[in-house]
């Protein structure tokens, strides 16, 4: 492993899906990947970028998923939003096999970059020509990252944003990109780069293309209630397993929709269906599906009236989806950034109530919320219009704030430069939570959104 930084990135995303995670063990051996792979004496220490605080800034993108990924979903809008007149956009792309997003992605970048199989030195070498002021990795410890070409510090400010839940580990990046509730702010102690939160959330969703006509609430059809789980099975576990069957439990005749890849192999099948049967819920009453191309996977969400959000790893592009679907998520939220994304979509669309602090919560508000066909009625009817007035779905103010904060980088990097520029503080113009807040919704904030029209 200690040869291997992809095999060491390997380990460090796997163990994310672990219950129990200790952040300052997992701080610890992101910090021994960067002394192993990425010691900082490779890092270039002077820049000659022209250090004008006001001028075109020049930012790149380096990531292996500018393909049909949640990344690049996520990603588009911001590449959408982004204000030509303030930033020249170039993409490296270490993307192994190019798909139409990519095509589509390639055409919305002023400048487009193959690094695929380029050599580390070639590719620091590439982003040194394009005199790149900003560079920016969106995929962290995750599979095709090119780290590596980081830790040579080719551009004078570097950031880490979107693809990845924890620090990187390495010095040579500056910034991690995130917002106050997926990322408290005691756990900067956590995080080799200086926190920047985004006001407004982390993220911005891109509906899909294709039109998908909001269907009725499956339960009035059925006569019993849905609940849906669609991604990676690597997130789910014995102990999430026994709160949704908590949930089936107390919910007669109520069914479990799974949908992951590899939901047809009957291996897969049997382990989840025994899984289940060791907390007493018998396998008629949870269906397993496989993946589904694009346009079959939206019109699941019509068979499903919750969606149940895993734990300790949170959804993010299944969360979004089946909201813009009408379908109500439920969170539960813990202290490490990749279980709060679900309280910081939630939050971010007003529907924060349904993001739970405990198990126990966890449970009872989705029972709560079951018990309310009439409640789940209007949720499903006003949940994508609430969606697209909201600050998750606002492109063009998520990539000002975006690109608000890269300023503030810029002028800090132009100060140490002996340059006078506007004084301003690093970190973007947010009200700040209290510390309660953003460690979970209150009670007391709960009552005032909470759906279900209870106090």
């Keep these: 492993m200690p040869d291997r930084p992809d095999i060491h990135s390997n380990l460090l995303f796997h163990v994310h899906h672990l219950s129990n995670l200790d952040c300052q063990i997992l701080f610890d051996e992101h ?3 960067a002394r192993l792979h990425a010691p900082v004496n490779l890092a270039r220490t002077s820049h000659d970028n022209v250090p004008d605080p006001d001028r075109r800034l020049r930012i790149g993108y380096i990531s292996p998923d500018f393909y049909g990924h949640p990344v690049a979903f996520f990603f588009e809008s911001l ?4 204000d030509t007149q303030a930033v020249e956009v170039y993409g490296y792309g270490n993307v192994r ?9 390639k055409s919305k970048f002023h400048h487009y970059r193959n690094i695929y199989k380029v050599d580390d030195k070639k590719v620091v070498s590439m982003i040194e020509t394009d005199r790149i002021d900003i560079l920016v990795d969106l995929a962290g410890h995750t599979g095709g990252n090119r780290l590596p070409v980081m830790a040579y510090k080719p551009a004078p400010i570097q950031a880490t944003y979107l693809g990845y839940f924890e620090t990187t580990g390495m010095e040579q990046i500056d910034y991690f990109l995130t917002d106050e509730l997926t990322s408290p702010p005691q756990s900067q102690q956590f995080h080799t780069e200086e926190l920047v939160f985004l006001p407004g959330g982390f993220l911005c969703y891109k509906p899909p293309d294709c039109f998908f006509p909001i269907t009725p609430l ?44 590899g939901g047809q192999d009957r291996q897969f099948r049997e382990h989840y269906f025994r899984k289940f049967e060791q907390f007493g819920i018998p396998r008629h009453r949870v269906d397993i599906l496989d993946r589904k191309p694009l346009l079959e996977y939206f019109k699941e969400y019509s068979k499903v009236d919750i969606v149940l959000d895993t734990y300790p790893y949170n959804g993010g592009t299944t969360t979004c989806d089946a909201m813009w679907m009408g379908v ?21 669309v007003g529907l924060e109530f349904f993001a739970a602090s405990t198990p126990d919560e966890y449970v009872s508000k989705t ?16 949940m994508r219009a609430r969606m697209a007035v909201s600050p998750l779905c606002n492109r063009d103010k998520f990539a ?10 810029w002028y800090k990097w132009c100060k140490s430069k002996g340059v006078d520029v506007p004084s301003e503080e690093l970190r973007p113009d947010a009200q700040r939570l209290s510390a309660d807040t953003a460690a979970c919704p209150s009670k007391s904030t709960q009552a005032t959104t909470n759906p279900l029209g209870e106090t």
Excluded at 79 to 82: I, N, R, S, T, W
Excluded at 222 to 233: K, M, P, Q, S, V
Excluded at 241 to 260: G, H, P, T, V, Y
């Design 31 to 33: 910090r021994r990947w």
């Design 79 to 82: 590449l959408d939003g982004h």
């Design 97 to 105: 096999v190019p798909d139409p997003l990519t095509e589509r992605l």
């Design 218 to 261: 499956p339960a009035a059809q059925n006569g019993h209630i849905t609940f849906g789980i669609f991604g990676n099975n690597c997130k789910i576990n014995s102990s999430i397993i026994s709160l949704w069957a908590r949930i089936l439990d107390s919910n007669e005749n109520s069914r479990l929709l799974l949908m992951f890849r």
């Design 328 to 348: 109500p998520v439920v969170s539960l939220c813990g202290e490490h950034h990749m279980s709060r994304v679900g309280l910081s979509i939630l939050s971010n």
């Design 367 to 382: 029972i709560a919320l079951a018990a309310k066909p009439k409640a789940l009625m209007k949720i499903r009817a006003s």
């Design 400 to 409: 000002a704030n975006i690109e608000q904060a890269y300023r503030k980088m």
